[in-house]
T-cell receptor, first 112, second 113 residues
Framework: QKEVEQDPGPLSVPEGAIVSLNCTYS??????FMWYRQYSRKGPELLMY????GNKEDGRFTAQVDKSSKYISLFIRDSQPSDSATYLC????????????FGTGTRLQVFP | DGGITQSPKYLFRKEGQNVTLSCEQN?????MYWYRQDPGQGLRLIYY???????QKGDIAEGYSVSREKKESFPLTVTSAQKNPTAFYLC????????????FGQGTRLTVV
């Protein structure tokens, strides 16, 4: 079983839709949770970072963590064509805080 | 501007040759990482280093080597022992400890011809 599972997609939605991207993880020792966005042929860039259960909002983006279910989500409201990218969840375990464990990434396409 | 610079952006290698990918950062970060990205597999950790002159193997270190002679630099050598080297390689850096976020370079696309 992979430590972090993420549906690779692709996910195709119309402009203005609410997008839900999800990851599950297997180890309760995982402590820090991040979402990265990666445009084609570019390096990933950090979108959201959280270390506690609950919601964290930044503009159109909301990161949600449910530690009891080992489930993390990223919601994008009012999606735009410029949101078309691959979204990677990343987790840092408490037993090695210098190690990032990535999901496979979900490819999102927002069409006008 | 602070950041991470990877070079070259595209690299072609003949089978049996070693090739070195460059990664430089001016963020004053102690930790640096190399990842490999293949379609449908996400990012897999090759090597990482938390301090100068020290580094650890990641999940897929076979066929790769690194050095960390300077804090700013963490070059990756893809050796002829790497059976399937064609991939997108990403370098990242972060502060040591505390679960801080990693910042990435723009990647090097290596193709074996």
């Amino acid at each position: 079983q992979k430590e972090v599972e993420q549906d690779p997609g692709p996910l195709s939605v119309p402009e203005g839709a609410i997008v839900s991207l999800n990851c599950t993880y297997s180890n309760s020792a995982f402590q820090y949770f991040m979402w990265y966005r990666q445009y084609s042929r570019k390096g990933p860039e950090l979108l959201m970072y959280t270390y506690s259960s609950g919601n964290k909002e930044d503009g159109r983006f909301t990161a949600q963590v449910d530690k009891s279910s080992k489930y993390i989500s990223l919601f994008i409201r009012d999606s735009q064509p410029s949101d078309s990218a691959t979204y990677l969840c990343a987790i840092i375990p408490s037993y090695n805080t210098d190690k990032l464990i990535f999901g496979t990434g979900t490819r999102l396409q927002v069409f006008p | 501007d602070g950041g991470i610079t990877q070079s070259p952006k595209y690299l072609f290698r003949k089978e049996g040759q070693n090739v070195t990918l460059s990664c430089e950062q001016n963020l004053n970060h102690d930790a640096m990482y190399w990842y490999r990205q293949d379609p449908g597999q996400g990012l897999r950790l090759i090597y990482y280093s938390q301090i100068v002159n020290d580094f650890q193997k990641g999940d897929i270190a076979e066929g790769y080597s690194v050095s960390r002679e300077k804090k700013e630099s963490f070059p990756l050598t893809v050796t002829s022992a790497q059976k399937n080297p064609t991939a997108f390689y990403l370098c990242a850096s972060s502060m040591v400890g505390g679960g801080t976020e990693a910042f990435f370079g723009q990647g090097t696309r290596l193709t074996v011809v």
